[in-house]
């Protein structure tokens, strides 16, 4: 079986790289805004903001980092031909987080705050490094036009309290009067012999 693999592998023309499964990392510190330097590589030392961020291959799409030269033809794009310049992603190893205070690349430690909120802690200084939030991807401002159909609940409807809880009080008078009753019954089934 091995021996099977060993010459599938070599008449291929393809790298054996391409059939091992990419194993993805589970916490990420670098996310969609962040200002990020470049470590290694052929643009090390440039900075730029993160565009994207591909978790499932560890890369980063930063703007102005890892340009390539891409041929448009004619069949592609009638409007004309030519040679456009795109932009790469870069393995998520090749950057790092600036710190906000000394402007230099730096490692990431996770944090809580008082409150209990979890922040990215600088190495270098020690200072907190801001999460850009998108305000469009907020909830307010997803449903900021949404108008409540024919099925929806109005909140007032849903805050309103119907259930008003049991009477224990009822239920334990029904229940001595039925124990009554029932001990009344076991007296008349007496016989007296």
Do not use: C
Not at 98 to 112: A, C, H, S
Not at 144 to 167: C, F, H, M, R, W
């Amino acid at each position: 079986m091995l021996k099977a693999l060993s010459t599938f592998y070599l008449n291929r023309q393809t790298p054996i790289a391409q059939f091992a499964k990419q194993i993805t990392f589970e916490k990420w510190n670098v996310i969609k805004g962040d200002k990020v330097v470049i470590v290694s590589g052929k643009d090390q030392g440039k900075t730029g903001t993160v565009l994207r961020v591909y978790r499932l291959s560890n890369e980063v799409l930063v703007q102005g980092i890892n340009q390539k030269f891409k041929r448009k033809s004619l069949l592609d794009d009638p409007s004309g031909s030519g040679i456009q310049q795109i932009t790469r992603p870069i393995h998520l190893s090749k950057v790092a987080l600036i710190d906000p205070e000394k402007g230099k690349p730096t490692k990431v430690q996770r944090g809580f705050l008082e409150d209990g909120t979890p922040v990215r802690v600088s190495k270098l200084s020690g200072s907190i490094i801001p999460k850009i939030v998108d305000p469009a991807k907020s909830p307010a401002h997803r449903h900021k036009n949404k108008v409540d159909g024919i099925k929806d609940t109005s909140p007032a409807l849903a805050l309103q309290i119907t259930y008003k809880g049991e009477d224990f009080s009822a239920i334990k008078a029904e229940f001595e009067q039925f124990i009554a009753e029932k001990e009344r019954k076991e007296q008349l089934l007496w016989f007296d012999k």
